[in-house]
T-cell receptor, first 111, second 113 residues
Framework: LAKTTQPISMDSYEGQEVNITCSHNNIATNDYITWYQQFPSQGPRFIIQGYKTKVTNEVASLFIPADRKSSTLSLPRVSLSDTAVYYCLVGVQTGANNLFFGTGTRLTVIP | GAVVSQHPSWVICKSGTSVKIECRSLDFQATTMFWYRQFPKQSLMLMATSNEGSKATYEQGVEKDKFLINHASLTLSTLTVTSAHPEDSSFYIC?????????FGPGTRLTVT
């Protein structure tokens, strides 16, 4: 399993765009990059997943450079309810493989 | 779709007693189920992986005789914490996997007094 490195914490004001970068230098050819969001006392919630270039859904965008050794989760116009821990995971896309959760990034949105 | 439930959502038990936590996939059949433990302000740590009808595979450092996992069907896995101690107090999260994705339950807060 490729190890990931993220900033431990970030602060942002409401309405701003937030970019959280994750390093995964040892990513394998078959690995996908997945981001989860976790609120206190809740299970992780899937946000977005990608393999290369850019992926966008209704809540976030994921930017992956050509070498795939890093990725950036972009949250547009954050609100107070986006305060949570965000985890970047790298692994083969299958429901049968265990997921390795790194330290995550604790995002605090300030009014 | 793809909802995973856990029961109970929280439980308080006395030291030395056993507690059972259920994990159910409500609208799909899970080929694999996973159990994680999360201490305050820490990340999720995988405890074990289980497939229906077979013995669970435990991660290094997790006592299989203390944390009993039963995966009786494709929609139900249970984790029993035997002879619980205060240091077992934690947030326990399960996930259920299909061939392509994992879906997480809401977690169970265990407090051992």
């Amino acid at each position: 399993l490729a190890k990931t490195t993220q900033p431990i914490s970030m602060d942002s004001y409401e309405g701003q765009e937030v970019n959280i970068t994750c390093s995964h230098n040892n990513i394998a050819t078959n690995d996908y990059i997945t981001w989860y969001q976790q609120f206190p006392s809740q299970g992780p919630r899937f946000i977005i997943q990608g393999y290369k270039t850019k992926v966008t859904n209704e809540v976030a965008s994921l930017f992956i450079p050509a070498d795939r050794k890093s990725s950036t989760l972009s949250l547009p116009r954050v609100s107070l309810s986006d305060t949570a821990v965000y985890y970047c995971l790298v692994g083969v896309q299958t429901g049968a493989n265990n997921l390795f959760f790194g330290t995550g990034t604790r995002l605090t949105v300030i009014p | 779709g793809a909802v995973v439930s856990q029961h109970p959502s929280w439980v308080i038990c006395k030291s030395g007693t056993s507690v059972k936590i259920e994990c159910r996939s409500l609208d799909f059949q899970a080929t694999t189920m996973f159990w994680y433990r999360q201490f305050p302000k820490q990340s999720l740590m995988l405890m074990a992986t289980s497939n229906e009808g077979s013995k669970a595979t435990y991660e290094q450092g997790v006592e299989k005789d203390k944390f009993l996992i039963n995966h009786a069907s494709l929609t139900l896995s249970t984790l029993t914490v035997t002879s619980a101690h205060p240091e077992d107090s934690s947030f326990y999260i399960c996930s259920a996997g299909t061939n392509y994705e994992q879906y997480f339950g809401p977690g169970t807060r265990l407090t051992v007094t």
